[in-house]
């Protein structure tokens, strides 16, 4: 029984790990292929619980576009202020897909996954020393 608790934890540690380095390789990724400029938060979109912050923006070419930023939605509303600017990228082919900078929360939930994934490897390594 021990032994598939310990295993367990270690995969668990394993995929937070992988977790906690896909989600800035994927942002890094789109931000290498992408175009930054300022955007705005012109509005607050709402469904449910979750808002999400609605950002005007000006491309390369001139055009104005207004996106929904679905990736930030907020159960509180944390940092989504309307006429709060930020540094947001696009896809200059299709500039509906955007991100935004990361912000200091962001990062922090990145850290605390990593940080749960090496305990969790520490506490099945530590089980199966033991046992």
């Known amino acids: 029984m021990y032994i598939v608790l310990a295993i367990a934890m270690f995969l668990l540690g394993l995929l937070l790990l992988f977790a906690s380095g896909n989600i800035p390789y994927r942002h890094q990724s789109f931000k290498s292929k992408s175009v930054s400029t300022q955007g ?12 999400m912050p609605v950002f005007e923006f000006i491309d390369r070419n001139g055009e104005k576009h207004r996106v929904i930023y679905r990736k930030e939605a907020s159960r509180f509303g944390v940092g989504l202020h309307i006429g709060k600017s930020r540094t947001i990228y696009y896809d ?7 991100a935004a900078s990361y912000r200091v929360l962001e990062w922090i939930g990145v850290l605390f996954l990593a940080l749960f994934g090496l305990i969790s490897i ?3 390594l530590s089980i199966l020393m033991t046992k």
């Open 40 to 51: 705005v938060i012109v509005d607050i979109h709402r469904r449910g619980d979750s808002q």
């Open 122 to 124: 520490v506490i099945g």
């Open 92 to 98: 200059p082919n299709d500039p509906k897909k955007i």
